[in-house]
C-alpha cells in the first residue's frame, strides 16, 4: 500500500533540571528582572550544567514522542536532528540514533537555527510523501548557553536550553496541509554564531585558519523587525496553499522568540490571545527546541486534540523563517 500522506502521531519534549530565574542574571550583567519581563516576556530559562548534553536531552524528548506514538525505535527510518549547536560538529544525530538503539534509522544533523523544526518537519514529510519512509522521528533541540556571550546584557537574557521531538508517520490522509519555508542571506549579519579564525603557517607556502567559534551576536532591532514583517506574510501563504483562512487555525505556534513578537503576529493577523500558545516566560529562546517544546506540553496539557489545526512558524538566523499548517494526529 502506497501511503503519500503523513500525521504527526507523538511529541516529546525535556529540559535541563536547572532554571536560572531573571533575578540572578542581574549578578553577571547590569539588567533587571522588570526590564527583562518587560522587553521579552522571559522569567526564567534552563541551563544545561556539565555534563548534561544536548544528545541526553534529545534522547529523553524522542522516547516520549516515539511511545505517544506508540512505536518502537526499531520502526524508525529516518531521525532528523534540527539544531544549531550540536555536541559534536561532525553531527549529534547518530549517537542519539544509537542511544534509542533506532538500529535501521538513518541519522543526520539539520542545521537552521530557530527555523530548524519547520524546516526539519517539511523536510521529514518529503521522505514520506515520496514513499521512502514510513516513520520519522524529528527533534529540535539547542543548548545556546554554551554559545551566549554572558556579559553581553542585550543578548545573554534571551536564550534557554531545551528539546522537543515529535514521530511523522505515512498515513492515508495527508495532515500537512500547507508550508511556505524563505531564506534571506543578505540580511545573515543580523544574527550570527561565527566562526573566527586567523592565518597560521602550517609549513611554508601553506597557512591553515585556526580558530574558534564566537559568541551569539544580534542586531536585537532588526531582527524584531524582520519576525514581524515576515512571519505573518509567510503564514498568509501556508494558509493560502492549505486552502484555509485565518479564523480556521486552532492554534499558533510560533517560535518561542519573545512574547512581544508573539503578541505583535498574532495581532497582524488577528488571531485572539486564547489561541495562542506561549511558554516563553518559562524557557526562554531555545531556538530548534522552541515549537516542538510548546506544542508538547499544550498536547500534554490537553490543549491540543486530534484534528485541530495548528499554524507554526519559525524565524531566525539565515535569516530564514517558513511556516506549516497541520492538522494534529492521524
Ligand atoms: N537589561 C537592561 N538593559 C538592557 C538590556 C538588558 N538585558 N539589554 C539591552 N539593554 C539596554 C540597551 O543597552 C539600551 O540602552 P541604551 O539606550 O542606554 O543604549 C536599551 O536597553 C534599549 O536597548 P534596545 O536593544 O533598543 O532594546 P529593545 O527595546 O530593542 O529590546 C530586544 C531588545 C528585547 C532584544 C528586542 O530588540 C527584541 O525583542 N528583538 C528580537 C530579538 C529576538 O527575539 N531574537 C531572537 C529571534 S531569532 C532567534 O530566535 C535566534
Known amino acids: 500500500m502506497q501511503n503519500l500522506g503523513i500525521a504527526i502521531t507523538g511529541s516529546g519534549s525535556a529540559v535541563p533540571a536547572t532554571s536560572l530565574e531573571n533575578q540572578r542574571l542581574s549578578e553577571l550583567v547590569e539588567t533587571s528582572d522588570e526590564w527583562i519581563t518587560s522587553r521579552t516576556g522571559i522569567r526564567q530559562r534552563r541551563i544545561a550544567l556539565p555534563p548534561e548534553s544536548l544528545s541526553g536531552l534529545a534522547t529523553i524528548a524522542s522516547r516520549q514522542a516515539i511511545s505517544a506514538a506508540g512505536i518502537t525505535p526499531a520502526d524508525l527510518d529516518l531521525i532528523l536532528l534540527a539544531t544549531s549547536t550540536p555536541d559534536d560538529l561532525f553531527g549529534s544525530a547518530c549517537k542519539i540514533q544509537a542511544e534509542l538503539g533506532a538500529t535501521k534509522a538513518v541519522a543526520f544533523d539539520l542545521t537552521a537555527a530557530c527555523s530548524g523544526f519547520v524546516f526539519g518537519l517539511v523536510t521529514a514529510a518529503q521522505y514520506i510523501k515520496t514513499g521512502v519512509y514510513q516513520n520519522v522521528l524529528l527533534i529540535g533541540a539547542d543548548i545556546l548557553s554554551r554559545w551566549v556571550d554572558w556579559q553581553d546584557r542585550r543578548t545573554c537574557v534571551l536564550f534557554g536550553d531545551g528539546a522537543g521531538a515529535v514521530v511523522l508517520q505515512a498515513n492515508q490522509s495527508d495532515r500537512l496541509l500547507g508550508f511556505s519555508l524563505k531564506s534571506d542571506g543578505t540580511q545573515n549579519h543580523y544574527l550570527n554564531l561565527a566562526y573566527n579564525g586567523s592565518s597560521q603557517e602550517l609549513i611554508p607556502g601553506i597557512n591553515v585558519t585556526k580558530g574558534t567559534y564566537e559568541p551569539i551576536t544580534m542586531n536585537g532591532k532588526e531582527v524584531y523587525r524582520f519576525a514581524v514583517q515576515r512571519v505573518p506574510e509567510v ?71 486530534p484534528n485541530d489545526i495548528i499554524a507554526t512558524s519559525g524565524f531566525g538566523a539565515g535569516l530564514s523563517w517558513g511556516a506549516a499548517i497541520f492538522q494534529w494526529g492521524r
Not at 273 to 280: A, E, L, M, T, Y
Open 235 to 305: 503564514i498568509d501563504k501556508a494558509l493560502f496553499q492549505a486552502n484555509l483562512s485565518v479564523d480556521q487555525i486552532d492554534w499558533l505556534i510560533l517560535h518561542q522568540a519573545n512574547q512581544r513578537i508573539l503578541n505583535a503576529v498574532a495581532q497582524r493577523l488577528n488571531i485572539p490571545d486564547h489561541k495562542v500558545i506561549s511558554n516563553v516566560a518559562n524557557y526562554g529562546n531555545t531556538s530548534a527546541a522552541s515549537i516542538p517544546l510548546a506544542l508538547d506540553e499544550a498536547v500534554r496539557q490537553g490543549k491540543i486534540k
